[in-house]
């Protein structure tokens, strides 16, 4: 009988990504979304392309009796809790909503897996939990301190998440940092919708490549890398979605022991400049996209890039796609799809 595994926020971009993964790869999945930033159609187009079906369970994870019927509902055996707020400038103007929806989310739901015997998880975190390198590369030791509520909302849950895998009988976590995601199925099929004017590169890259926007704004050619602008480890969300496979099947592996949180990062290593990326996507869309030079974005830094050797180690995982790929599959998607879901 195959495992069956709950996804929160399985919708969403990321989610809706390693809902596929976990489909291909022979699970059962439960999506639990509030579809506050996501599309249902996102789930629709994953069963089209998928070995599967997922099932769409619409609920907040804030809800303790939504997620009681949840779990007396379905029979889950692991949770991959990627439900959340992601905007760094949101988190800083809203931060009880962070607070809320991050981390009183998050608790709600380990206490209600603690209700219903569920003794898995793996967890959405990002590389935003760690403090300045001066540009070394960060690894799983690297002294956190977040800068922003949304970091510190993501180094709380893991806080918890590690407290309570410690206290409970049989409970395995693995946290899942993530670098910067990027790109989109090949199928060009699923991929990143954000709402509103988009805050991160790649997606603002393909505005101005499907002609909704003029030119991609370079925040700051006066740093110290290269060519003065800033780098970023950029992971594709193919990688990223497998990593979680991967994740989950540790989980169930004799490797991983009772009452332990892995944590690993989920990057490529490799680093690329901001004028990198707009070369590989003029390469990738065959034509020229217009910049412009702004100032340095408040709270950026030069370079943050990943140690990726624990993913190796721990999971046998490596990302397998380069920046080029990764531009050509986020071009796909736009291009077949330049209003998203909508
Ligand atoms: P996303 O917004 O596309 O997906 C999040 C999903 O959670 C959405 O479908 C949304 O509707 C759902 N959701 C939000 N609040 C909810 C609630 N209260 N109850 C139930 N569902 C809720 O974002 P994403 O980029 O796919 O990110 C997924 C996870 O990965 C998040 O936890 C995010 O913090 C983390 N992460 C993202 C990045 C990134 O750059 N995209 C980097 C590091 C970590
Ligand atoms: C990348 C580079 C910008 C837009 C963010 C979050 C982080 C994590 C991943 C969730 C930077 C430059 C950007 C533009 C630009 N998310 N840029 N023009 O800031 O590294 O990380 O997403 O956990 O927490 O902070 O990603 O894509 O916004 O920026 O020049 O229009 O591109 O200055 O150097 P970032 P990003």
Redesign the pocket.
Known sequence: MSKTVLATGGAGYIGSHVVLALLNAGYRVVVFDNLSNSSPKAIERVARISNGAPVLVEGDVRDAGALDTLFENHKIDAVIHLAGL?A?GESVARPGLYYDVNVAGSSQLLNAMLRHGVSRMVFSS???VYGETGGRPMDENTPTGPVNP??KT?LMVEQILTDMTAASSGWRSVVLR?????AAHGSGEIGEDPLGV?????P??AQVATGRRAQ?????NDYDTPDG????DYIHVEDLARGHVMAIEHLFSGQAADNRTSVVNLGTGQGSS?RE?HRAWEAACGFDIATRN?P??A??VAI?CAEPGKAADLLGWRAKYDLARMCADHWRWQKRNPEGYR
């Open positions: 992601k760094v990002s590389a935003t949304y970091g993501k993530y670098f910067n995601p990027v988009p805050d991160n590169l790649f603002f890259i991609l704004d370079i925040f700051g602008t800033a780098i970023r901001v990326v702004a340095r974005r709270g950026d943050i």
